[in-house]
Structures are given as structure tokens and as C-alpha cells.
């Protein structure tokens, strides 16, 4: 079956969803950001369970509609950074495009879930926005998940962005692998080895369960082009916030050779209050970790605030 396939039989029904994962959670159909899960995932699911950590991550909840001082519609402070329609340009040398609104699943904690997409196709603007401007180095393919467009759009873009001469770094940040592996085709793997610009590859997964052989085996293939695979994950309370469960992922990461790039704590977006973990909590956790696997398998504890010139470090 071919990807696009795979991802026309996410489930996106309540009735669908609870037939697949013999849950009765009909709490509220009226949620903000709709439901969206890869079958791949919700087979992870294990059946009945409230308290799965896949569950927690992609399953709407009337809690989401509650609201809670702090939490805000945009809370990284993207609307201000937008410098063209799909752009953001918050740090030096490096521009984001938000190349598309579509994802292979819909993350309950997603600080970008009430982005105003801009609705016009292709990337005119911000291409000769980045031509224009010679002290950037790094374009980062974001979205909305980049690996939704197709092989075609997606060659189109790195042709043009290939051609700008500044330009020495392309990255895609990207979740699909996650959810539909089956996206990393050898003709994606043969449009990233042409690539000129040095590739650099950063996923997002929460949960070890999330890598199964499949999943492993498509990074694997993106890691023999010479691209390196880094992971960001997300502190999220009843998700990953218990050291073996933390041990579990960066060591999984680091059994395949991905690195823990960050983790980092929740972004408070409106409705995603019950997944926050305190700082207090992470710094322990992080601390503990140190002290059980390498070095390198250890994230860098990260918060994104509004306005600032990086991200900041949780010490
Ligand atoms: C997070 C982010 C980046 C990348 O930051 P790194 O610390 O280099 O990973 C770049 N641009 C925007 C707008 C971001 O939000
Ligand atoms: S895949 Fe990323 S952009 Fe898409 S819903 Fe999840 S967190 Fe948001």
C-alpha cells in the first residue's frame, strides 16, 4: 500500500476509534483540534487502557476544553515571527518554514495547533526571501509535518532552496516516520541522497513504544545517506515522565544510533495544561538519567520562550 494510502485510513471518527481500541470515551466531540491517528499507532494502544501513554498523546479529551491561566492560543510567540507568509525567523542564521498544515497524526499537545496556515500553494515569497538574505545558513522544513507534501513539491523546494548560495545546511523536522514509516520510499531516500545542502534529520517521539522495527528500519535508511538522525521529545505528564520510560527512549535512540537532541518541557498551549510536568520534576529526571546511561543518550532540557535568541536551557 502506498503511503498516501496508509494515511487515508487514519482514524478519524470517534466511533472508529473506539471500536479500535474497545475504549468508551465519548467525553466531548467538540474539541479544537480534530482527531487524527496513524492505524499504525492506535494499534499500539493497549485495548481498554485510559492510561496508555499512545492513548495520551493522540486521543482527544474533555479536559482540553477547560481553560487555565497561562495557557494561550499561541505560546511560543510565532504569529510575531512570521517574516512571510510560511516563514519564521526567530534565530540567527537559521529560517523555519511551515511548509504545510497536513501531519500524519494530530498531537494533543501540539503548541502549533491553532497556527493560521497560509492557505496559497507553493513557496515564491519565502524563496526569494531567503535569496534576499545572505546571513542565513540553515533551512528548517517544518509545518505541519514537511514529509505530507509529496515527493514532487518536496524536490521542487529543495531545488530551489539548493540553489541559493549561502545556504549549506537543510532540516527537516519531522514526525511522520512515527506514524507511517512507509513514507521513507527509496524514491524519497534517492531525491535526499541528490540533496547538496547536508541533510540533518530531526524526529519527534515521546515514548519508546513509539519505534517499532519498522520505524527503526526507515531511519536506518535516512542515516546511510550520511543524515543525521536527532530526536526531540516532549516532557508530557503520564506520557514519559517516569525515569524508566525516559531511560527507555534515549536508550532505544541510542541502541540506533539517533540522538537525543532535546527535550522539551510542554509548550502551555491552550488545552494541554493536564500534560504539564514541573521544571522542578524534569530536572530531576534529567538528573537521574545522567547517572544511568552515556552522556550522549542524555537530551538537553529545553524551554521555548517567546522572544528570546535560542531556546533556553532548564539547568
Ligand atoms: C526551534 C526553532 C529553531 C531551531 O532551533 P535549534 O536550537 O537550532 O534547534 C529555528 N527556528 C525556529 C523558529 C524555531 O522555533
Ligand atoms: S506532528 Fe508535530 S506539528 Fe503535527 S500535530 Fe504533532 S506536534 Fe503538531
Known sequence: MTWQNILRQNITSWEQLCAFTEIDLIETKNVNFPLNLPVRLAQKIEKGNLEDPILKQFVPRAKENEKSPFYQVDPVGDQPSRCAP?????????I???TTQACAMHCRYCFRQNFDYAKQKGFQEEISQIKGDTTLREVILSGGDPLSLSDRVLKELIDDLSSIPHLKRLRFHTRFPIGIPERITPKLIALL?????????????????????????ALKAIQKCGIPVLNQAVLLRGVNDTIETLQGLC???????IH???LHQLDRVQGAAHFEVSQKEGKR???ELRTRI???AVPTYVQEIANKHSKSVIF
Do not use: M
Open 294 to 296: 552515556a552522556g550522549y
Open 96 to 98: 523555519l518554514l511551515v
Open 86 to 94: 510560511k516563514s519564521l525567523k526567530k534565530y540567527e542564521q537559521r
Open 193 to 217: 541522497k541528490e540533496c547538496p545542502l547536508q541533510t540533518w534529520f530531526v524526529i519527534h517521539c515521546n515514548h519508546p513504544r513509539e519505534l517499532d522495527t519498522d520505524v527503526l528500519q
Open 285 to 287: 529526571l534529567i538528573e
Open 260 to 262: 537525543s537532541y532535546y
Open 251 to 257: 536508550e532505544t535512540l541510542a541502541d540506533n544510533g
